[in-house]
């Protein structure tokens, strides 16, 4: 369910807090870029695909413990669609034989469901969202869309298959377009544009930025451990339960990581 939220956020926990003092020295250079007043050198300006596009944002949100995100195509969308499934009925979500690092886009459990509420009285205190390495993030797209999916899907990727040049070619000039207002010229490679245009582009952060915990995917096993780590802190905040808690970092750990980095959920 995508929606345009207007995005009040307020935590009462200390370690919330310090994750957003945390960003406020982000916060100048943001308004920089925003404004397109930063140094992009040695790049032409001109030349870049722009930040900060507005847009709309795909939220999913847990309404008892007044928590929300934000998903991102390829940075942990359907697992953390998993997560919020869990969080709102956890006991549903385990009856069906469902687990967080099982789940997969074409078959999700909660798909559709626990967006952001209609009521304005129930919207959450805590917004969050995570984000990847964008290098990271388009060799996972990449590798996905354009080297598996097009076996199935033969226009995806603008049907450059596994030619990378003639991808990167195109999605050059499409993002330059569809920044500039030519989005139905494209709206036969939508499926495409989500998963690689910019993370900025999402979560209607040109507006709400400043608004949002921004936690950091990972990429090897300690990353990873730290990224679970960071969320941990951010459902402890909000009260969900210890068992829940130490659940959602074992899926995303692996049991076995889990146990041998022993990360503490208390």
Known sequence: MYTNPQFVTQSTSTQVSEMLHMQDNASSLTERIKNRIDDTAPFKRNELVPPFKHGKAKIMTAINYHLSACLIRKVMSTTMEAIFCYLNNSTEFTRNNR???????????????FGWPKNRDKKPNVLFVTVRHPIQRFVSGYVEKCMRKVRVMRTICFGCKDDLQCFIKNLYTALKEV???????????????????????????????DDYIMLHQGENAESIAAYASELDKVFKSVDVPSDRRKEICSQLLGKRMFAINNLAVE
């Open 179 to 209: 920044y500039a207002g030519l989005d139905d010229k494209y709206e036969s490679h939508k499926i495409t544009l989500s998963h690689f245009s910019p993370q900025s582009w999402n979560c209607l952060f040109y507006d709400h930025f």
């Open 99 to 113: 687990t967080i690092s099982t789940e997969v886009y074409e078959n999700r459990f909660c798909h559709g469901k």
